[in-house]
């Protein structure tokens, strides 16, 4: 069974800090997929970034940059110099990728990130 | 660009009537979902939709629920007889095979239909 775990339920950080998101997932595949997603308040899922399992090369997008580690399966989230627009619940998830594209993602609970001004 | 719309964005209903939450994926996309996401809580994999059929469900998705595609466009999410429990926020997605084989493509969601059974 997959099971994703984002044990941070709350971060609460000042404007021009940085953040870091925790991930930790489970998986028995050998072929899967990482993704974060945003949830502004307005409720919508904002699609941010996925990764497949085997790469492990670290992306940097402007302020938003992602730690993959296979070794302990984990696919952190770093947002740099913050921003109160970054306030929201950030999902991290996981695919099966053996399956083709139909395969259903498995969310983690989230975690409610607060940008204080 | 292209977005996967649903509707209604807010739906309010009494227990044991039947819903039908509606949803056009983006058009060229191959691959239809259904979520769902009760009120603090994480997102649930309902059910997946390829080539008119039902390609893999989630536990949560019982007899209640069925799916459809009418037509060329719309994608359905029928609960036949609403429960309290049913109260949640329903999130459509659709998604296209990548170039490379076997990928799972990037998810496109909808921005959701509330769903307040009373």
């Known amino acids: 069974a997959q099971k994703v775990t984002q044990a941070q339920t709350e971060i609460s950080v000042v404007e021009k800090e940085d953040v870091t998101l925790d991930c930790v997932y489970e998986?028995?595949?050998?072929?899967?997929?990482l993704f974060w997603y945003k949830q502004p308040p307005s409720g919508e899922l904002v699609f941010l970034i996925r990764?497949?399992?085997?790469?492990?090369q670290n992306e940097i997008s402007g302020r938003y940059s992602w730690n993959f580690q296979k070794s302990t399966s984990s696919f952190n989230f770093t947002i740099t110099a913050s921003q109160v627009v970054d306030s929201a619940v950030y999902f991290c998830?996981?695919?099966?990728?053996?399956?083709?594209?139909?395969?259903?993602?498995?969310f983690g609970k989230g975690t409610h990130l607060i940008i204080q001004p | 660009e292209p977005e996967v719309t649903q509707t209604p964005s807010h739906q309010v209903t009494q227990m044991g009537q039947e819903v039908i939450l509606r949803c056009v994926p983006i058009?060229?996309?191959?691959?239809f979902y259904w979520y769902r996401q009760i009120l603090g809580q994480k997102v649930e994999f309902l059910v997946s939709?390829?080539?008119?059929?039902?390609?893999?469900k989630s536990e949560i998705f019982d007899d209640q629920f069925s799916v459809e595609r009418p037509d060329g466009s719309n994608f359905t999410l029928k609960i036949r007889s609403t429960k309290l429990e049913d109260s949640a926020m329903y999130f459509c997605?659709?998604?296209?095979?990548?170039?490379?084989?076997?990928?799972?493509?990037?998810?496109?969601f909808g921005e959701g239909s509330r769903l307040t059974v009373l």
């Open positions: 998830a996981l695919s099966r990728g053996s399956g083709g594209g139909a395969d259903g993602l498995t």
């Open positions: 939709f390829y080539n008119n059929e039902i390609s893999e």
């Open positions: 998986t028995r595949d050998t072929t899967y997929y």
């Open positions: 058009s060229n996309h191959l691959y």
């Open positions: 997605a659709s998604s296209a095979l990548s170039g490379l084989a076997l990928n799972t493509g990037e998810l496109f």
């Open positions: 990764r497949n399992s085997f790469d492990e």
